[in-house]
C-alpha cells in the first residue's frame, strides 16, 4: 500500500521564480495538507484542501496556493519565491471519515 | 489558542537509559495530541497518538507518552534507549477546528555508546 507521495524530492529555484510541488495521497485518504518546516524548526501548516477546495489556511501569504485534482491529489504553488521560502516541504493525506495524518518524504525547496 | 512547548532542544542520553522528552500544551478545546519522529532528510513518523480514552498511550519501537489534564502534560518515554533511536523528535496538537497540526519546535535526540 503506497503511502503519500512527493515530487520532485529536491529543487533549487532562483528568487523570484515560481515552483509548484506535488503530492499524490495515501490510498483511501482524500484530504491533503501542506507543511513547510524551515531547517531546525518544527513544521508550520500552510493550508488544507478537501472535495478541490481550500478548506482552512495557516498564516502564509497569498504567494502560496493550492490545488487539488478529483483524484485527490494536490499542488502547492508558491510566486515570487524569497530565499526564505528555502524549507522542507511535507504532504500530510488524512481520510474526511477518520482521524490521523500521514507524511510524505517532502520536497526540499532551496532558494537562491 | 493552541500552542506546543518542547522543552529541552537537545537531550542526550546513553545506550539502554531512559529516555524522557517533554511537551506541554496549551488549548482551548480537548486535544488531540501526537508524536512525530523525524530521521535526517525524511519525513515524519507517527510514533503515537492520544484522542480519548486511555491517558497512557503506546506507541511504536516502545515508546509511550502519559495525556495528564492537570499538567497539560504530553511526555514522551522509553525504558531503553537504542542507537536507531537518534532522531529528531516532535510533539503536535490540533488546531481549535481539528483541521492542523500545530507543532512544537523539535527534540534533538543523541544516543551514545
Known amino acids: 500500500d503506497a503511502g503519500v507521495t512527493q515530487s520532485p524530492t529536491h529543487l533549487i529555484k532562483t528568487r523570484g521564480q515560481q515552483v509548484t510541488l506535488r503530492c499524490s495521497p495515501k490510498s483511501g485518504h482524500d484530504t491533503v495538507s501542506w507543511y513547510q518546516q524551515a531547517l531546525g524548526q518544527g513544521p508550520q501548516f500552510i493550508f488544507q484542501?478537501?472535495?478541490?477546495?481550500?478548506?482552512q489556511r495557516g498564516n502564509f501569504p497569498d504567494r502560496f496556493s493550492g490545488h487539488q485534482f478529483p483524484n485527490y491529489s494536490s499542488e502547492l504553488n508558491v510566486n515570487a519565491l524569497l530565499l526564505g521560502d528555502s524549507a522542507l516541504y511535507l504532504c500530510?493525506?488524512?481520510?474526511?471519515?477518520?482521524?490521523?495524518?500521514?507524511f510524505g518524504s517532502g520536497t526540499r525547496l532551496t532558494v537562491v | 489558542a493552541q500552542s506546543v512547548t518542547q522543552l529541552g532542544s537537545h537531550v542526550s542520553v546513553s545506550e539502554g537509559a531512559l529516555v524522557l522528552l517533554r511537551c506541554n500544551y496549551s488549548?482551548?478545546?480537548?486535544?488531540?495530541l501526537f508524536w512525530y519522529v523525524q530521521y535526517p532528510n525524511q519525513g515524519l513518523q507517527l510514533l503515537l497518538k492520544y484522542t480519548t480514552g486511555a491517558t497512557l498511550v503506546k506507541g511504536i519501537n516502545g515508546f509511550e507518552a502519559e495525556f495528564k489534564k492537570s499538567e497539560t502534560s504530553f511526555h514522551l518515554t522509553k525504558p531503553s534507549a537504542h542507537m536507531s533511536d537518534a532522531a529528531e523528535y516532535f510533539c503536535a496538537v490540533t488546531n481549535q477546528a481539528g483541521t492542523a497540526l500545530i507543532f512544537g519546535k523539535g527534540t534533538t535526540l543523541s544516543v551514545s555508546s
Open positions: 500530510a493525506s488524512s481520510s474526511s471519515t477518520g482521524f490521523g495524518y500521514t
Open positions: 484542501y478537501y472535495e478541490e477546495e481550500e478548506r
Open positions: 488549548s482551548s478545546v480537548p486535544p488531540y
